[in-house]
Every structure is written in structure tokens, then in C-alpha cells.
């Protein structure tokens, strides 16, 4: 009923940029926080940047001034706009929203199909 999907991911040279944008579609009625993980290899998946529907985001400590997420709530979008990338952030970054969807009782978790990011030294 819901999908989130992710696109902008890349193979990209230490120093560089990518954008990455996440779109919901679906049975949606609302939603609340939108996030960004990451899940390099043989490692935990871990928070990179989330954003409420106020618009008050936070960020990891490890992408601080360097990883900005911003929302469209219109468009049900998500984006992070990544720079200064260092090879440390390789990984599959993933989209996670909070989501009421319609008949819904309550705000479920989804999660996008993931898009790679190689960052080269």
C-alpha cells in the first residue's frame, strides 16, 4: 500500500556531492518523521539524519556540516544532499518514514529498497 523510493546514489570521489531523494506514494494520509540511514558492509545500520514534520532535523554526529536532509511535504519527498564525502561513507543508504496510511490505526515504519553509495579515495 505504501512505497518508498530512493534514487541518487552513486559512485562519486572523496570531496564530492551526491543527492539522494526518497518519494512516497500510496494510501498515505500523513507523515510524520522522514529518515535517512546507512548499513555499510558487516556493520549495524545506523541513523544518518532525520527530520520531523515541523521541519527540526538532527544528524549524526559523523555527517554533522558536511550531510544536510531537507522535506517536501507536498511532493511526500525526502532528500539529503551529501558533501565533502569520504570514503568512510560508503554504504546503502535507506528511506525511512513514519507513515498514517488510509484505514490505518495507528503510524507504521517503512522503509525504501535501499540505493548505494561508493565513495572512492
Known amino acids: 500500500q505504501v512505497q518508498l523510493v530512493e534514487s541518487g546514489g552513486g559512485l562519486v570521489q572523496a570531496g564530492g556531492s551526491l543527492r539522494l531523494s526518497c518519494a512516497a506514494s500510496?494510501?498515505?494520509?500523513?507523515?510524520?518523521?522522514m529518515a535517512w540511514y546507512r548499513q555499510a558492509p558487516g556493520k549495524q545500520r545506523e541513523l544518518v539524519a532525520r527530520?520531523?514534520?515541523?521541519?527540526?532535523?538532527d544528524y549524526a554526529d559523523s555527517v554533522k556540516g558536511r550531510f544536510t536532509i531537507s522535506r517536501d511535504n507536498a511532493k511526500k519527498s525526502v532528500y539529503l544532499q551529501m558533501n565533502s564525502l569520504k570514503p568512510e561513507d560508503t554504504a546503502v543508504y535507506y528511506c525511512?518514514?513514519?507513515?498514517?496510511?488510509?484505514?490505518?490505526?495507528?503510524?507504521?515504519?517503512?522503509w525504501g529498497q535501499g540505493t548505494q553509495v561508493t565513495v572512492s579515495s
Open positions: 500510496g494510501s498515505i494520509v500523513s507523515i510524520n518523521g
Open positions: 527530520i520531523f514534520s515541523g521541519g527540526r532535523s
Open positions: 525511512n518514514a513514519d507513515i498514517w496510511i488510509v484505514s490505518g490505526i495507528s503510524w507504521n515504519d517503512y
